[in-house]
């Protein structure tokens, strides 16, 4: 009797049984007659049926250089059909920060400023100088220069940002190396080098990037009202979509179909009018604040423009904004509503215009409003050009099936393991322990996927095998230390027998945590979620489980041996 | 039989010596590597790469139909091959463009059962390649410092790395002889062996560097061991694989799971060779070291 009280108190057994049973509570194991067996337990595709997309982001980060002039030169020159002759250049270099820059040329045509303007270089300022030469100042600098001639030689966007290492360029479409390498060239530049002599070239995007089209597609996968499509960033450029429940073939039109984003003004009362939708809409910029003001910009096609000038003038909202607020829909919910600006609304009836911002307030709020709003803007265009390049489909009946054989082989090889641990030991008191102690780790491997939301998939389950494999080899070691004549040895001896054990052990656990680690890191989809569940169950193994089967054996094997002392045969095992 | 044949190889290497011991597992080892070598040279790649490395296609569906039937249904695309496993019918094909492939899923939908459908394409499967060998290559070097940390000693955690390296290498040269596809299961598997192989070798290790008694006696004790834990290690996976592979055997209406299935045998080939590393190529190598005059029996007390 005293013994069992003494284990009860022991802090590792106390530990071990609120962790298990912690864990039961978070699996919530469960039976319903319509049902069957209820858990809490996230299943993956691969068991549950559905099917998956992945897809890579297309694209490349460098460093580059490039003479301005001749971006210029290569800009301007079809546009007003002439060649020009750059007179003055301020551009290059680095000091002048007062000022603004600005690059001036001379050429023998006439140049009219709004077709420069269309370029959307910078502001210019156009001066005929005499019958023959008309001189031209563009204020802007070299990194939108550079930004605008990728832009416009790749037919895509270019974004530029700066994290203490330099500026860097991100195209946001493949383009190779030696692609990017030729393009500088033909205006004197180059891609740069980093400092130990690599080149600055990256295929790929930045992280900000990649979040940014998992949060673009969740907005759309949401909006259709498909709630639980959970978009994941997988290593660097990769994007997986899980469809559970959903076949192959609707997952892919879900993906490919944008979301309808469409923008119209109110006439009287609650009607409204058509105005454009999303394709009109060529690109969206990131939220600024200005004016005490957040706002989202976006620029309209020629098409999308004239709509809105067309439709703006035709409802009186050039006249009376505040009666006539503009909408914009996502899948038919309104996630923006405001009157046009009356400077924008004035100028409307001149001309239309093609760069808006649709500004949401001053707080914290509004920040978020327009960076939700920067989403919305972008569904059913992506930032960056995808491509797919993998998918996959499990139907549920069969996803069912995997679920039932893994149960069953799962149970029979611990069923062989008893087996074998019965033929070597004999023992009773030795095989419940060692088994009791593998089935808590499976339960608790699982209370931390309920826990925290991990999806068991056949990797996972992988692991829990590969887990438990280790940690009956670790019993066995426990085991054969404490009994290393034969028979348990007194306490102190004991203690120390378990001390070494565990040096073995801690050590075999080290080197399987190490070598599962750099799939946590890098490892893709499946690998890496066998990576986590091994290091996962490996970790409970050694911190909780193994610790209380040294003090657990130890008040078997006690007990074990004082009832055949009483019963006058000592039994000689090996 | 685990009794029998722990007392077998005990005696065994009581009975040879250093050079005899090593003889045996040296020579498997080249021939291993042999056989890596020489379908790198002629293949380019030492194991046959799976879909999942190349890119392409892979089908699976419930039916009675034959492989053949199948390969000529969809013979317009790219099919390489039609397997039968049980009551399904496994088909590979090569990459196509997204319509080919949208086409051939619906057909497929609309005409089986129990459909299970994996697309990857080449792009993403080189990558995964490149991953899978970085991660491989990265986790046994990470093995082998803490084998070094934990020894502090160089020809023991030398002897532990050998023969971690050598289980490895006998498996993926299985493979190779049995066309076992390198698929992120297997190198799972060979993940998974890193972990399981230094298990024994720590133990033995640990036990006659760090324990009072004779060496002999010290090898025996962690004989006995070391062979429960592989033995036990090796009667779940044995089932693992057999309910895996020939579930149909018993219920017709079961399904292979190919995942877990490649996973255990090459865990399984990996294991036996681990056997055989541990206590005939390890052991020799340690037997030696500690031997050695310069320890003055040391470790022999």
Same mark, same amino acid.
């Given at each position: 009797?005293?013994?069992?009280?003494?284990?009860?108190?022991?802090?590792?057994?106390?530990?071990?049984?609120?962790?298990?049973?912690?864990?039961?509570?978070?699996?919530?194991?469960?039976?319903?007659?319509?049902?069957?067996?209820?858990?809490?337990?996230?299943?993956?595709?691969?068991?549950?049926?559905?099917?998956?997309?992945?897809?890579?982001?297309?694209?490349?980060?460098?460093?580059?250089?490039?003479?301005?002039?001749?971006?210029?030169?290569?800009?301007?020159?079809?546009?007003?059909?002439?060649?020009?002759?750059?007179?003055?250049?301020?551009?290059?270099?680095?000091?002048?920060?007062?000022?603004?820059?600005?690059?001036?040329?001379?050429?023998?045509?006439?140049?009219?400023?709004?077709?420069?303007?269309?370029?959307?270089?910078?502001?210019?300022?156009?001066?005929?100088?005499?019958?023959?030469?008309?001189?031209?100042?563009?204020?802007?600098?070299?990194?939108?220069?550079?930004?605008?001639?990728?832009?416009?030689?790749?037919?895509?966007?270019?974004?530029?940002?700066?994290?203490?290492?330099?500026?860097?360029?991100?195209?946001?479409?493949?383009?190779?190396?030696?692609?990017?390498?030729?393009?500088?060239?033909?205006?004197?530049?180059?891609?740069?080098?980093?400092?130990?002599?690599?080149?600055?070239?990256?295929?790929?995007?930045?992280?900000?990037?990649?979040?940014?089209?998992?949060?673009?597609?969740?907005?759309?996968?949401?909006?259709?009202?498909?709630?639980?499509?959970?978009?994941?960033?997988?290593?660097?450029?990769?994007?997986?979509?899980?469809?559970?429940?959903?076949?192959?073939?609707?997952?892919?039109?879900?993906?490919?179909?944008?979301?309808?984003?469409?923008?119209?003004?109110?006439?009287?009362?609650?009607?409204?009018?058509?105005?454009?939708?999303?394709?009109?809409?060529?690109?969206?910029?990131?939220?600024?604040?200005?004016?005490?003001?957040?706002?989202?910009?976006?620029?309209?096609?020629?098409?999308?423009?004239?709509?809105?000038?067309?439709?703006?003038?035709?409802?009186?909202?050039?006249?009376?904004?505040?009666?006539?607020?503009?909408?914009?829909?996502?899948?038919?919910?309104?996630?923006?509503?405001?009157?046009?600006?009356?400077?924008?609304?004035?100028?409307?009836?001149?001309?239309?215009?093609?760069?808006?911002?649709?500004?949401?307030?001053?707080?914290?709020?509004?920040?978020?409003?327009?960076?939700?709003?920067?989403?919305?803007?972008?569904?059913?265009?992506?930032?960056?050009?995808?491509?797919?390049?993998?998918?996959?489909?499990?139907?549920?009946?069969?996803?069912?099936?995997?679920?039932?054989?893994?149960?069953?082989?799962?149970?029979?090889?611990?069923?062989?393991?008893?087996?074998?641990?019965?033929?070597?030991?004999?023992?009773?008191?030795?095989?419940?322990?060692?088994?009791?102690?593998?089935?808590?780790?499976?339960?608790?491997?699982?209370?931390?996927?309920?826990?925290?939301?991990?999806?068991?998939?056949?990797?996972?389950?992988?692991?829990?095998?590969?887990?438990?494999?280790?940690?009956?080899?670790?019993?066995?070691?426990?085991?054969?230390?404490?009994?290393?004549?034969?028979?348990?040895?007194?306490?102190?001896?004991?203690?120390?027998?378990?001390?070494?054990?565990?040096?073995?052990?801690?050590?075999?656990?080290?080197?399987?945590?190490?070598?599962?680690?750099?799939?946590?890191?890098?490892?893709?989809?499946?690998?890496?979620?066998?990576?986590?569940?091994?290091?996962?169950?490996?970790?409970?193994?050694?911190?909780?489980?193994?610790?209380?089967?040294?003090?657990?054996?130890?008040?078997?094997?006690?007990?074990?041996?004082?009832?055949?002392?009483?019963?006058?045969?000592?039994?000689?095992?090996? | 039989?685990?009794?029998?044949?722990?007392?077998?190889?005990?005696?065994?290497?009581?009975?040879?010596?250093?050079?005899?011991?090593?003889?045996?597992?040296?020579?498997?080892?080249?021939?291993?590597?042999?056989?890596?070598?020489?379908?790198?040279?002629?293949?380019?790649?030492?194991?046959?790469?799976?879909?999942?490395?190349?890119?392409?296609?892979?089908?699976?569906?419930?039916?009675?139909?034959?492989?053949?039937?199948?390969?000529?249904?969809?013979?317009?695309?790219?099919?390489?091959?039609?397997?039968?496993?049980?009551?399904?019918?496994?088909?590979?094909?090569?990459?196509?463009?997204?319509?080919?492939?949208?086409?051939?899923?619906?057909? =497929? !939908?609309?005409?089986? %059962?129990?459909?299970?459908?994996?697309? #990857?394409?080449?792009?993403?499967?080189?990558? $995964?390649?490149? &991953?899978?060998?970085?991660?491989?290559?990265?986790?046994?070097?990470?093995?082998?410092?803490?084998?070094?940390?934990?020894?502090?000693?160089?020809?023991?955690?030398?002897?532990?790395?050998?023969?971690?390296?050598?289980?490895?290498?006998?498996?993926?040269?299985?493979?190779?002889?049995?066309?076992?596809?390198?698929?992120?299961?297997?190198?799972?598997?060979?993940?998974?062996?890193?972990?399981?192989?230094?298990?024994?070798?720590?133990?033995?290790?640990?036990?006659?560097?760090?324990?009072?008694?004779?060496?002999?006696?010290?090898?025996?004790?962690?004989?006995?061991?070391?062979?429960?834990?592989?033995?036990?290690?090796?009667?779940?996976?044995? =089932? !693992?694989?057999?309910? %895996?592979?020939?579930?149909?055997?018993? #219920?017709?209406?079961?399904?292979?799971?190919? $995942?877990?299935? &490649?996973?255990?045998?090459?865990?399984?080939?990996?294991?036996?060779?681990?056997?055989?590393?541990?206590?005939?190529?390890?052991?020799?190598?340690?037997?030696?070291?500690?031997?050695?005059?310069?320890?003055?029996?040391?470790?022999?007390?």
């Amino acid at each position: 009797m005293s013994d069992k009280k003494s284990l009860f108190k022991n802090v590792r057994v106390i530990i071990f049984i609120i962790a298990l049973l912690a864990s039961i509570i978070a699996i919530q194991p469960g039976y319903s007659p319509g049902e069957g067996t209820t858990s809490n337990l996230n299943y993956g595709l691969d068991l549950e049926g559905g099917s998956w997309l992945q897809i890579k982001l297309q694209g490349a980060l460098a460093q580059v250089d490039a003479d301005s002039g001749m971006i210029v030169s290569e800009m301007v020159e079809p546009v007003i059909g002439a060649p020009i002759t750059i007179t003055e250049n301020n551009l290059e270099g680095n000091g002048l920060s007062g000022t603004e820059k600005s690059i001036t040329f001379t050429t023998n045509v006439p140049v009219s400023s709004s077709e420069l303007e269309l370029l959307e270089i910078g502001r210019v300022s156009v001066d005929r100088l005499n019958q023959e030469t008309t001189q031209v100042t563009i204020f802007t600098s070299k990194e939108s220069l550079i930004r605008l001639y990728l832009a416009s030689s790749l037919d895509s966007e270019v974004i530029t940002f700066d994290e203490g290492e330099g500026l860097v360029y991100e195209i946001r479409t493949a383009v190779s190396e030696e692609e990017l390498e030729a393009l500088m060239a033909e205006v004197g530049g180059s891609v740069l080098k980093n400092e130990d002599g690599t080149s600055s070239y990256k295929e790929g995007v930045s992280v900000q990037t990649r979040d940014l089209t998992r949060d673009i597609l969740n907005d759309k996968l949401n909006a259709l009202g498909l709630k639980d499509i959970p978009v994941r960033t997988v290593g660097e450029d990769y994007i997986l979509i899980d469809f559970a429940g959903i076949d192959l073939a609707t997952a892919k039109d879900i993906a490919e179909k944008p979301g309808k984003f469409e923008i119209r003004i109110n006439t009287t009362g609650t009607e409204t009018r058509h105005v454009l939708y999303g394709d009109s809409i060529v690109s969206v910029g990131i939220p600024g604040f200005h004016d005490n003001q957040w706002h989202t910009p976006f620029t309209l096609n020629e098409e999308g423009a004239l709509a809105l000038q067309k439709v703006a003038l035709e409802t009186g909202a050039v006249d009376n904004p505040n009666a006539h607020y503009l909408t914009m829909y996502l899948d038919e919910n309104v996630v923006y509503s405001a009157p046009l600006s009356y400077s924008a609304a004035s100028q409307l009836k001149n001309a239309p215009i093609y760069s808006w911002q649709a500004s949401t307030g001053g707080d914290e709020e509004a920040k978020a409003e327009a960076q939700a709003l920067q989403i919305h803007l972008r569904a059913g265009a992506l930032p960056v050009n995808v491509v797919l390049v993998g998918s996959g489909h499990v139907d549920a009946a069969l996803g069912e099936q995997f679920k039932t054989e893994a149960l069953i082989a799962g149970l029979l090889s611990l069923l062989a393991v008893a087996g074998v641990v019965f033929r070597r030991y004999r023992r009773p008191e030795i095989l419940i322990p060692m088994v009791g102690t593998s089935i808590s780790e499976v339960i608790m491997i699982l209370g931390v996927a309920a826990a925290i939301g991990w999806q068991m998939d056949l990797a996972a389950i992988a692991g829990i095998i590969a887990a438990i494999g280790t940690g009956i080899d670790h019993l066995v070691i426990i085991t054969d230390e404490v009994l290393y004549e034969g028979k348990l040895p007194p306490t102190k001896v004991f203690v120390s027998r378990i001390g070494k054990a565990f040096g073995i052990i801690f050590g075999a656990a080290a080197t399987t945590i190490i070598a599962m680690s750099p799939l946590v890191v890098m490892g893709f989809g499946a690998l890496k979620g066998f990576a986590i569940t091994t290091i996962i169950g490996v970790f409970i193994g050694v911190v909780i489980a193994r610790p209380v089967y040294g003090v657990v054996i130890k008040e078997m094997l006690e007990a074990g041996e004082a009832s055949a002392a009483r019963k006058g045969e000592i039994s000689a095992d090996e | 039989m685990a009794t029998g044949f722990t007392d077998f190889l005990d005696s065994f290497v009581k009975d040879h010596d250093n050079r005899q011991l090593l003889a045996i597992p040296l020579a498997v080892f080249a021939l291993s590597l042999a056989i890596l070598l020489v379908s790198f040279a002629s293949s380019g790649s030492p194991v046959p790469l799976g879909m999942e490395f190349q890119g392409g296609t892979q089908i699976s569906v419930e039916t009675t139909d034959s492989p053949a039937t199948l390969e000529e249904l969809y013979s317009d695309y790219p099919i390489m091959d039609a397997r039968k496993a049980g009551s399904r019918v496994i088909m590979q094909f090569g990459v196509m463009d997204n319509e080919e492939q949208r086409q051939l899923e619906d057909d =497929v !939908m609309g005409r089986y %059962s129990n459909v299970e459908i994996k697309q #990857i394409g080449p792009v993403y499967g080189k990558d $995964l390649q490149v &991953q899978a060998l970085r991660a491989l290559a990265i986790s046994f070097i990470g093995m082998a410092i803490v084998v070094f940390l934990i020894f502090r000693s160089v020809v023991p955690s030398f002897a532990v790395v050998l023969s971690a390296l050598s289980d490895i290498t006998i498996a993926a040269a299985f493979m190779r002889i049995a066309g076992i596809e390198l698929s992120l299961g297997t190198v799972a598997a060979l993940l998974m062996l890193i972990g399981y192989s230094v298990d024994s070798d720590i133990l033995l290790t640990n036990r006659v560097l760090k324990r009072r008694g004779t060496v002999e006696e010290k090898v025996s004790r962690a004989m006995q061991t070391g062979i429960t834990m592989t033995t036990t290690t090796l009667a779940a996976l044995v =089932v !693992m694989y057999a309910v %895996s592979t020939f579930p149909y055997l018993i #219920i017709p209406s079961l399904t292979q799971i190919t $995942l877990l299935s &490649q996973i255990s045998i090459v865990l399984i080939i990996g294991l036996a060779a681990d056997l055989m590393n541990t206590w005939l190529l390890n052991t020799g190598i340690l037997r030696w070291y500690v031997l050695k005059p310069e320890f003055r029996g040391r470790f022999n007390r």
